[in-house]
């Protein structure tokens, strides 16, 4: 009696379904059985596939090494260089090497400067151009420079063994200021804009236009360019306050954002590939690239104030906007709002700030000014300079 369980039951025992009276109902329970099982596995294989892309793109989007909030929150100067003449100040266009420590300046007295930051020396200046340099960017891929400026022209710059960079090619298809480069994402082409209202494309390796672009109807002149990350979409930005966004295959302009308020100073796509921020005088517009259209407006600054460079970190996570001062944002999507992450010290005194951009792992944020000091915001006591390479206090 010990072994017996007391088992509860239901009063009334449900009877048997008449196809439980044959073989063949018998087996055609088994069969719907087994298609529920192997439904119910498909089901539970497919929200297994969906979670593991899920955790595969937020591991992408937010890489272990990315500088956190907490951090960006303590960012303070912890350098500063002036790399350019006392009797020609400005920087006015920046970039930095990818996979280097180094920093590249162009100013108002026709140079452009690389600048070391962890040994806090200049490493070459590239001297050439006869006016103020407007734009460069880095083609880490076959250790170029190339540099656009007012002069119309464009230089390509390569670098040697000992450090050093010579002028490979000018080029000189533009007949007003250059004012944008921007760099394909396979890194053998190149693309210029000018304020002669077209955009050439180049072939880096040879320094032939492939193509130069213009549009008969318009005569506004283009001030800023840039590529999507995918390498098939040009953005370009005009003097008339238009955003016009290109497929590159055809060259055919394919979409036009309106809404700012002057010329468009700058613009860059986001790593995720759908968000455009692009800067003017009234301040930072975000565009939805799937909907081709405006979902937030920052105007960070007066009307006075022009908004002069606007920044994606590489991995799509913050966004920096500089004016008299460095606005950092924490970016979010299309409904959810864009927090105000850090504010660095207004420079409106010392000179306008004309380009900002993170470094690698946004670790930290290079800042150039119409002062031509390069400065350098960071962690408190994070400076990578040598100790006996570290300036001075001012």
Wanted: hydrophobic residues 35%.
């Amino acid at each position: 009696m010990d072994d017996i369980v007391l088992v509860k039951t239901n009063k009334v025992v449900r009877p048997r379904p008449l196809q439980a009276a044959s073989i063949p109902g018998l087996l055609g329970i088994f069969q719907n059985e087994w298609d529920a099982l192997m439904l119910s596995n498909f089901a539970l294989e497919q929200q297994l596939h969906t979670a593991r892309q899920e955790l595969s793109h937020a591991l992408y989007q937010v890489p272990p090494s990315l500088a956190s909030i907490d951090e960006l929150e303590r960012y303070t100067q912890i350098s500063s260089h002036p790399l350019h003449k006392t009797n020609k100040p400005g920087i006015l266009s920046m970039d930095i090497h990818p996979s280097k420590d180094i920093v590249a300046t162009g100013g108002i007295d026709t140079n452009a400067v690389l600048f070391d930051r962890t040994s806090g020396q200049i490493l070459c200046t590239l001297a050439g151009h006869s006016k103020k340099i407007t734009t460069l960017k880095f083609v880490p891929r076959d250790e170029l420079v190339v540099t656009g400026s007012a002069d119309k022209t464009v230089r390509i710059w390569q670098g040697g063994e000992e450090g050093n960079y010579s002028c490979i090619h000018t080029l000189k298809d533009h007949t007003a200021e250059v004012e944008a480069v921007t760099v394909h994402a396979t890194q053998k082409y190149f693309v210029t804009a000018a304020k002669d209202n077209t955009w050439c494309f180049y072939d880096i390796s040879t320094g032939s236009c492939l193509s130069q672009v213009g549009e008969a109807s318009g005569q506004e002149g283009y001030t800023s360019a840039s590529f999507h990350p995918d390498g098939l979409i040009l953005g370009t930005g005009t003097t008339e306050a238009v955003v016009k966004i290109w497929d590159v295959k055809t060259q055919s302009n394919v979409a036009k954002f309106e809404g700012h308020a002057g010329p468009v100073t700058a613009m860059s796509f986001s790593e995720n590939g759908y968000f455009l921020a692009t800067a003017a005088l009234d301040g930072v517009k975000l565009w939805d690239l799937r909907k081709l259209r405006n979902f937030r407006t920052f105007s960070p600054y007066d009307s006075d104030t022009p908004t002069n460079s606007v920044e994606f970190d590489f991995s799509g996570t913050y966004l920096a906007v500089a004016g008299s001062d460095i606005r950092v944002y924490q970016v979010a999507n299309v409904k959810t709002e864009w927090n105000l992450i850090k504010t660095l010290p207004d420079l409106s005194g010392t000179g306008k700030v004309t380009s900002a951009k993170f470094g690698t792992d946004a670790k930290y944020i290079a800042v150039g000014s119409m002062d031509r000091n390069l400065r350098i915001f960071g962690p408190p006591g994070d400076d990578q300079m040598d100790d006996d390479a570290k300036p001075s206090a001012e």
